[in-house]
Nanobody, 116 residues
Framework: QVQLAESGGGLVQPGGSLRLSCAAS????????MSWYRQVPGKERELVAV????????ISAASVKGRFTISRDNAKNTVYLQMNSLKPEDTAVYSC?????????WGQGTQVTVSS
């Protein structure tokens, strides 16, 4: 079955950087678009970025555009989220996700906390 495992979260000061990784298994990774979402307790989950199957096209939320970059390595079955110029409002649990019919699957998430 689909398995997604995020890593790379942690505590970082405002203005700092983190790179999140999501290792995927259980499906043909190179054939599927991948997404990163984030969620703060009490708020709706927010789509952060999407990357197409071959990595040729990406979409980012307006709130992170110019600061976050999604990428993937199909040889390693891994999708990344490079986060620069982090702000306190970026604090959330970040999860990767994939839609493999008939359902969307999620990883367990990794906590990112931006605080001085």
């Amino acid at each position: 079955q689909v398995q997604l495992a995020e890593s790379g979260g942690g505590l970082v000061q405002p203005g700092g950087s983190l790179r999140l990784s999501c290792a995927a298994s259980g499906f043909t990774f190179s054939k599927y678009a991948m997404s990163w979402y984030r969620q703060v307790p009490g708020k709706e989950r927010e789509l952060v970025a999407v990357i197409t199957s071959a990595g040729g096209s990406t979409i980012s939320a307006a709130s992170v555009k110019g600061r976050f970059t999604i990428s993937r390595d199909n040889a390693k079955n891994t999708v990344y989220l490079q986060m620069n110029s982090l702000k306190p409002e970026d604090t959330a649990v970040y999860s990767c996700s994939v839609y493999v019919s008939p359902k969307r699957s999620w990883g367990q998430g990794t906590q990112v906390t931006v605080s001085s």
